[in-house]
């Protein structure tokens, strides 16, 4: 589980500070996808005659969405749990990434369309999640960067382990 990511930082936050921060009114647009979409676009591609795939880069997209139209799925889907989730306007980022992508080549060349929403991958997620499970819902193996600080501040000790054996 990742929780640098859109909707997973949104279901995260949401359960542990009940608040969801919308960076520059969350205007910003994200593609998204659920994973087992993707999976299931591999084995499309697998099974596709090569001459189809051979070479080829493929965009696996659900939707576009804005960031403020995914905190408000988040908060809504969350609320129905019986917490409390408020969402918060504050000022932009810096870096503002703003992006769209379109399912259509993948669509078009292999009659590959993802079908899971984001709506079902949050619920998806509520179900398995425990959302008191403070530890694991900040545990650095979640976060990318985190995890890669992580790993990086302990190399040292890991070699001079491995230099011993």
Request: hydrophobic share 45%.
């Amino acid at each position: 589980m990742r929780f640098d990511l859109v909707v997973n930082t949104f279901v995260k936050d949401a359960l542990l500070g009940g608040s969801l921060r919308l960076h520059g009114g969350g205007w910003m647009w994200r593609p998204l996808v659920d994973i087992c979409d993707c999976a299931d676009a591999m084995i499309a591609c697998y099974e596709a005659p090569p001459e189809k795939v051979r070479g080829e880069i493929f965009n696996v997209v659900h939707s576009n969405y804005q960031i403020r139209e995914l905190a408000m799925i988040v908060a809504g889907s969350v609320q129905l749990t019986g917490r409390r989730v408020t969402l918060e306007e504050v000022s932009a980022l810096t870096l503002t990434r703003n992006y769209e992508c379109a399912n259509a080549k993948l669509s078009t060349r292999l009659g590959f369309i993802p079908r899971r929403s984001v709506l079902e991958a949050v619920t998806d997620i509520l179900k398995h999640l425990d959302p008191d499970d403070r530890v694991f819902l900040t545990d650095p193996r979640g976060y990318n960067i985190r995890w890669l600080e992580l790993l990086h501040s302990i190399k040292p000790t890991v070699d001079s382990f491995a230099s011993v054996l």
